[in-house]
């Protein structure tokens, strides 16, 4: 499956933006998708993850509250709502997927979008 993510950009500190990852192929009931991040300097990070039905999702606590994961799977598409930026949010953010259930680990996703970047001024 091959993924495209969208939707980045710059926002002031408190602001939001939505991401997009649109798929290639079905992802209903075959794919585990995820959304992780990358600042500059730093590894790859966990930020949220959405079940194939949708019914499961987790985030990393950086993110609880204030950023919301959802899929569209008529669309093959998830979504990434991100309220209350801050600047230490600042980084590429890459949507993944991986067949079966989810994973906080980077290790084990197996497809990759492209990144998006995303830069919260203060």
């Known amino acids: 499956v091959q993924l495209q993510a969208s939707g980045g950009g710059l926002v002031q500190a408190g602001g939001s933006l939505r991401l997009s990852c649109a798929a290639s192929e079905r992802i209903s009931g075959n794919y585990g998708m995820g959304w992780f991040r990358q600042a500059p300097g730093k590894e790859r990070e966990f930020v949220a993850n959405i079940g194939w039905s949708a019914s499961i999702t987790d985030y990393a606590d950086s993110v609880k509250g204030r950023f919301t994961i959802s899929r569209d799977n008529a669309k093959n598409t998830v979504y990434l709502q991100m309220n209350s930026l801050r600047p230490e949010d600042t980084a590429v953010y890459y949507c993944?997927?991986?067949?079966?259930?989810?994973?906080?680990?980077?290790?084990?996703?197996?497809?990759w979008g492209q990144g998006t970047q995303v830069t919260v001024s203060s």
């Open positions: 993944a997927a991986r067949r079966g259930v989810t994973t906080t680990q980077a290790t084990y996703m197996e497809y």
